[in-house]
């Protein structure tokens, strides 16, 4: 009597040739590691799960577990000569070969531009702290470089940092000031305000179309001068390089006054006949 397949309805010499029918036959519900064949896809699934349910070997112990967190368990609970652990993470592995493909993937080692080597997790704390790298004061954040510093100031901070200088400053206020007050920064001589540069500059003068003319500076007698260079060196402005006038002691100020007096009589006389340009 023929042996017939119930799926595709062919007829086969032997039970022989109808199980290498089932075994090539790639839409057949077979199993291949029983040798066994069944007649729904449903009746394959079913003794799959009972026959075949998934497992995870030790090979090193030889044991055998449901899952895979049972089986990392077991890694982590023997001691180390059994199974390696690592010294980042609480992980434990089959051996030295699979704890270096871990490190490799989950703790690389990067050697950061001052020429030290570091775990990639470490390398915020790193730029923190060491003197090599720039920090945000405001943050408490360091960089790897003046790229990613300046990139993150002008985001979050550009209203108080002067990037011409590399500082920051507490607040607007400050940071004006130091445009006021650095030779580094050009400045208004209508006004006296401070600039990042020139084109910075240049807008507000061209902005402001009625700015406020400087005072007129009057010229001293030179008995005034002459008298007043007697009394020694004073202080110097260091925006006006002019000489101001020093705190007098005793002995100085009745010398003073004499100076003054001479002074107010001279400066009468000059103011007096001196008249204003239209």
Same mark, same amino acid.
């Given at each position: 009597m023929p042996w017939s397949c119930d799926q595709c309805a062919r007829d086969f010499v032997s039970k022989t040739a109808l199980y290498q029918h089932y075994r090539m036959a790639p839409d057949h519900s077979f199993c291949h590691e029983c040798d066994k064949y069944f007649r729904t896809e449903d009746a394959l699934e079913a003794h799959n799960a009972s026959a075949h349910a998934p497992h995870f070997t030790c090979a090193t112990c030889r044991t055998i577990y449901a899952t895979q967190s049972a089986l990392e368990d077991h890694y982590r609970g023997k001691p180390e000569a059994v199974h390696p652990k690592c010294s980042r993470c609480p992980k434990g592995f089959l051996n030295m070969a699979a704890l270096r493909e871990h490190k490799k993937t989950a703790h690389p080692i990067v050697t950061c531009t001052c020429k030290k080597d570091f775990y990639e997790a470490e390398l915020d704390a790193h730029y923190k702290v060491s003197p090599f790298h720039p920090s945000c004061n405001a943050c408490g954040i360091g960089f790897k470089d003046d790229a990613a510093y300046d990139e993150h100031v002008v985001a979050l901070h550009s209203d108080r940092c002067c990037l011409g200088c590399r500082r920051q400053f507490e607040s607007v206020k400050e940071l004006k000031n130091h445009y006021m007050v650095s030779p580094d920064h050009p400045t208004c001589k209508m006004c006296g305000e401070g600039f990042f540069d020139d084109a910075a500059l240049r807008d507000h003068v061209a902005a402001k179309l009625e700015h406020p003319a400087p005072p007129r500076v009057v010229d001293a007698p030179m008995a005034l001068l002459t008298n007043y260079a007697?009394? /020694?060196? /004073?202080? !110097?402005? &260091?925006?006006?390089?002019? !000489? %101001? %006038? &020093?705190? &007098?002691?005793?002995?100085?100020?009745?010398k003073w006054k004499q100076i003054k007096n001479t002074a107010t009589t001279g400066m009468g006389t000059l103011l007096s006949t001196w008249t204003a340009p239209v």
């Open positions: 007697s009394l /020694g060196d /004073g202080a !110097t402005d &260091p925006r006006s390089n002019q !000489t %101001l %006038l &020093p705190l &007098p002691d005793k002995e100085q100020s009745e």
